[in-house]
């Protein structure tokens, strides 16, 4: 076995471990906020958009400067720092005692950890380029693995043993999933030479970065992609309780809904990931995004939970595919050397949009509806695809 499939094969465990971990809460994270109550009066609405928006927004400051220490230093010291990291502040949620404390340690958390950034820079740079769509798609069978599993196994133990016993439980993944890498990655770093009498400069480097033909339109239709992914997140325990008429097991219903879209993900990652490879990504992320498009817009007017459960698993299968095309795109644009610099800045942009994304959602619950948030939704979708199709390099980043 080749030492680069053997370093993606332990990051895919470390990554379905780290995911399963991180996901086990986000089902009932805003019932958590709801439980928790306000020391500040802000509304629980408002509350719920910022526990998601709070890690994105302190991300956008710190992934380009991990991505570029990556470069320098190593990456997989960055997954140890994001793995240990985020076992320790998240160990800390368990004692919070309003939801303005669970907030802020969001935010810490948000410093610290963007596991995802940190093995995707690590697996673009061991592995062939022509072998990238396969490598990030199996990464993406870990993530969404993770995510289908998590939420699952957070409801079900959040509905039994209450909401902060499912944070000790991610702590521990967390903590496992950074002894996996630490002791079964072998990382031979070299870092890139630079001109002898030249000073490192982030700055200089993330000019460079933006500077390499494609990146610009692919980091544009990342944004795009998350945008219209995570608009939806925080309201989702929300419409199903409404679905419900306010049963009980309502985190375990949300955790089934989540789990069956990253299922569907899961599945989707590694066929769209090795057809990726053949086609070039271009072509999975144009019809991708009209494919999410056209299934966004009805998931707002469902009156049953089947409905929605039917339609979160199409779109999970099409996001599924779309992810690793990203990924991939940028690695057909990265030289050698540069995928810490690439994925951290793609990690900070990506953060930016799901900073925004809650808080649009939040708006547009309040002004129009429920409704209003997924057919927005969809829309954003269509604008990723024009953009794609107008301005993203086809095949091997051409252009």
Not at 230 to 248: A, H, K, T
């Amino acid at each position: 076995m080749a030492r680069w499939q053997r370093t993606l094969y332990i990051l895919v465990l470390v990554q379905f471990v780290s995911a399963t971990g991180f996901s086990s809460t986000f089902s009932f994270q805003p019932l958590y906020i709801a439980e928790l109550g306000t020391r500040t009066g802000l509304s629980i609405e408002f509350l719920s958009g910022l526990v998601f928006s709070a890690p994105a927004i302190t991300q956008i400051i710190m992934s380009p400067f991990w991505g570029a220490i990556a470069d320098r230093r190593g990456r997989k010291l960055m997954v140890e720092r994001a793995t240990f990291g985020g076992a320790a502040v998240i160990f800390l949620m368990t004692f919070v005692g309003s939801a303005e404390e669970f907030v802020l340690l969001r935010a810490v958390q948000g410093l610290i950890t963007g596991v995802v950034a940190a093995m995707t820079a690590l697996v673009a740079a061991n592995v062939p380029r022509e072998r990238a769509g396969y490598a990030l798609g199996l990464l993406q069978v870990g993530l969404w693995g993770g995510i289908s599993a998590g939420p699952l196994i957070g409801g079900l133990v959040a509905d039994t043993f209450g909401y902060r016993s499912t944070f000790l439980i991610t702590s521990g993944m967390l903590l496992i999933s950074g002894v996996l890498a630490w002791r079964g990655v072998d990382e031979q770093f070299q870092p890139r030479p630079r001109p002898v009498g030249r000073r490192y400069s982030f700055w200089a480097a993330w000019r460079q970065v933006l500077a390499r033909p494609g990146i610009g339109s692919t980091y544009t239709a990342d944004f795009m992609s998350q945008l219209g992914r995570f608009m939806l997140v925080p309201f989702l325990p929300f419409l199903v309780e409404d679905l419900m008429s306010g049963r009980e097991q309502v985190a375990t219903v949300t955790g089934i809904v989540s789990a069956v879209s990253a299922l569907t993900g899961t599945l989707a990652a590694v066929y769209l990931g090795r057809l990726g490879d053949r086609i070039g990504p271009r072509i999975i992320l144009l019809y991708g995004a009209l494919a999410a498009a056209v299934f966004h817009f009805p998931q707002g007017l469902v009156w049953a939970v089947w409905q929605l459960i039917t339609l979160q698993a199409i779109t999970g299968a099409i996001l599924g595919g779309i992810t690793p095309a990203i990924s991939a795109a940028l690695a057909h644009c990265t030289p050698s050397g540069e995928e810490g610099a690439v994925y951290g800045l793609e990690n900070s942009i990506a953060a930016t949009a799901r900073a925004i994304a809650p808080l649009l959602g939040s708006a547009l619950v309040v002004w129009v509806d429920l409704w209003g948030v997924f057919a927005t939704a969809g829309i954003i979708f269509l604008l990723m695809a024009v953009i794609v199709f107008g301005w993203l390099p086809g095949k091997r980043g051409e252009g």
